[in-house]
């Protein structure tokens, strides 16, 4: 019992730390300068659903998009 407890109070720690961690933090990112940006390209691919499996090794890959997405190189 004790050790049910103690499992208890720490899981609850962790989590508290977890939660507050998440809340506090925030992203900050500057813009870049000094950069110039030249498209090569730009595509609207349409709403697609892919599923892949392969048998031989033991892995799914999964791919979908909802909606047309825009796409530049």
């Keep these: 019992m004790k050790r049910k407890v103690t499992q208890t109070i720490f899981g609850g720690a962790i989590l508290a730390l977890v939660l507050g961690g998440a809340v506090v933090f925030k992203a900050r990112a500057t813009p870049p300068s000094g950069i110039s940006f ?6 609207t691919v349409p709403a697609f659903d892919v599923k892949r499996k392969e048998k031989a090794i033991d892995w799914e890959l999964r791919l979908e998009a909802p909606q047309a997405l825009e796409v530049a190189t």
């Design 38 to 43: 030249n498209p090569i390209g730009q595509a």
